[in-house]
């Protein structure tokens, strides 16, 4: 059973934004951390950002700092990821992923994460 679901993905030229949600479908979610990752076509998954349930504090990819807003709305089980002045190296598919426990919480890592949504597509042109 799908425990995180995504949407707001698309096509958009460079310079432009998108904001992605995701969101758990059946009940509220509650875990330590809260992160998007994303994979380009023949690229390893990377990760993107990454939210804290205690403290609400975020950290970002050096790639998309500055450019992208991570947040989280607790009462519609929902984080948002605004991505703005998109660029053609941001094209991937970008998942949603949940974890318990996160060693370092600067970087988080891809096996540290338990949860995770099925994805969805991002493509910027150029």
């Known amino acids: 059973q799908v425990q995180l679901e995504e949407s707001g993905g698309g096509s958009v030229q460079a310079g432009g934004s998108l904001r992605l949600s995701c969101a758990h479908s059946g009940y509220k979610l509650n875990r330590p951390a809260m992160a998007w990752f994303r994979q380009a076509p023949g690229e390893e998954r990377e990760w993107v950002a990454v939210i804290y349930t205690s403290g609400g504090a975020t950290y970002y990819a050096d790639s998309v700092k500055g450019r992208f807003t991570l947040s989280r709305d607790n009462g519609r089980n929902t984080v948002y990821l605004r991505m703005n002045s998109l660029q053609p190296e941001d094209t991937a598919m970008y998942y949603c992923?949940?974890?318990?426990?996160?060693?370092?919480?600067?970087?988080?890592?891809?096996?540290?994460?338990?949860?995770w949504g099925q994805g969805t597509q991002v493509t910027v042109s150029s």
């Open positions: 992923a949940a974890a318990l426990y996160i060693s370092r919480p600067s970087s988080p890592l891809e096996r540290e994460f338990r949860y």
